[in-house]
């Protein structure tokens, strides 16, 4: 357990973190109000499949094109954390537009698209300031461990605020009242951004000056592709990206318009992977830092892929509750994992460039895929009756074709442990030594 007392701090950087955690848990209420929320929201206002598709690739769109520029006006301005602040300011007035536009009865589908783009923009282009801060307040043999336990903490709390918020929605919408409960739930999580914010202003910042041998545009870094491991690595998670935002954004209409779904039901569904990813993500933390986050990319990728297929003959909802079980205990081994790598990878000089330029591949990526899901979802033959089953298949091809085509041309970057493949399964789950196999890593 990580140090959570100001009192008990002993430096600047102590307790920095522990402000970091401050915000972190007014960010993550902010996040269970609003992220699973926006698609239901304009579902009521209206949207068909073609409006859900924009509402998730053009924010992506936006945030990547803006962050090419998020490196720069870091290393202009000369603070990360001002930089944070700013553009979490910005964030807070997008979001807290939404419920005022609703009160002044002006909302609708376009407006909203517009004002979550600004929202996720502005959060966005903070990022790559705020990965380089925290990495340069962590040290680098706690990071596995540490941002695990940070995302397994943040993760209940984001769970939940989506509960919370879900009876608020039900109960406007048997209320007949559904736009009134949007309206408070985007209210709060903008009050829950500010305080988040108030906490972003108090943290301390290490020195980082980059010279002018650190910097690289973003064409230098796509001709080095060929040669760059990191390039690799950015354009497989970007590939991976692609073939998931072909299908995900649509997996909300189909859920609450084809399966009429309840609002609590659908939480539930969507909560489980992040549920699972509290409850594993310690642990793959400190199996990443024994054997390495490229081995435990390698190994969830697969499974990642094939959890799209599982909702082609899957409709009952406990069922579907088994599914994102498993793709909680995979994504939660890969999300974390493809973050440190880019610690490890990255001198202190360069991470907020290369965080920058990862971000940016993935948006372009994310907004080609849904806008391609979003156009054929209306073109493609129906499977088993339903065009979003066919985009599910598609989407699940193209993870299996990422997943077994471009990580293995990626390398670790720092010396590991060697475990095979059965260890690694039998470490996750904390089996003792049986069955003939040594375990090597116990905990």
Known sequence: MFQLSLRKAKNVV???????????????????????????FILVLGAGPREVGLLAAIPS??????????????????????????????QVIALACIPLLIWAKLISTPLTILLVTLFGTFGAFAAPAWGSLMSDLVPPEKRGEYFGWRARLF???????????????????????????????????????????????KMYEPPCKPTHEDYFNLVDFLKRVRVSNFARFV???????????????????????????????????????????LLMITRWGRLADKIGTIRVIRWTSGLIAAAPFFWLFIKNPVLLVLVQILGGFAWSGFSLSASNFIFDACSPAKRTRCIAYFNVLNG????????????????VPALFGNKFLMLF?????????????????????????????????FSMLKFKVFFGFDRKLKY
């Open 393 to 425: 298949l598609i989407s699940s091809i193209l993870r299996f074709l990422v997943a077994y085509a471009i990580p293995f041309r990626v390398k670790e970057v720092r010396q590991v442990e060697t475990i095979s493949n059965t260890d690694l399964f």
């Open 61 to 90: 769109l936006a945030a990547a094109l803006l962050q090419l520029f998020s490196a720069d006006v870091t290393e202009r301005v000369g603070s990360r954390r001002l930089v944070v602040t700013s553009f979490i300011t910005l």
């Open 235 to 277: 354009l497989f998670v970007a590939s991976m990206t692609f073939a998931v935002s072909f299908c995900s954004p649509f997996f909300a209409v189909y859920m609450l318009n084809d399966l009429h779904f309840s609002y609590q039901t659908y939480i539930i569904i969507v909560s489980t992977p992040t549920i699972i990813t």
């Open 14 to 40: 102590e307790r920095s973190l522990i402000y970091s955690i401050y915000d972190g848990i007014f960010g993550s209420c902010m996040a269970g109000f609003t992220m699973e929320y926006f698609t239901p």
């Open 364 to 379: 372009v990526f994310l907004f080609f895929g849904a806008s391609l899901g979003g156009y054929f979802s209306t073109k």
């Open 155 to 201: 993760g209940f709390i984001t769970i939940a605020a989506m509960f919370g918020a879900s009876f608020v929605i039900s109960f406007a919408k048997k209320q007949d009242m559904a736009l009134l409960g949007f309206s408070i739930i985007f209210s709060c999580a903008a009050i829950f951004r500010t305080v988040s914010r108030y906490f972003l202003g």
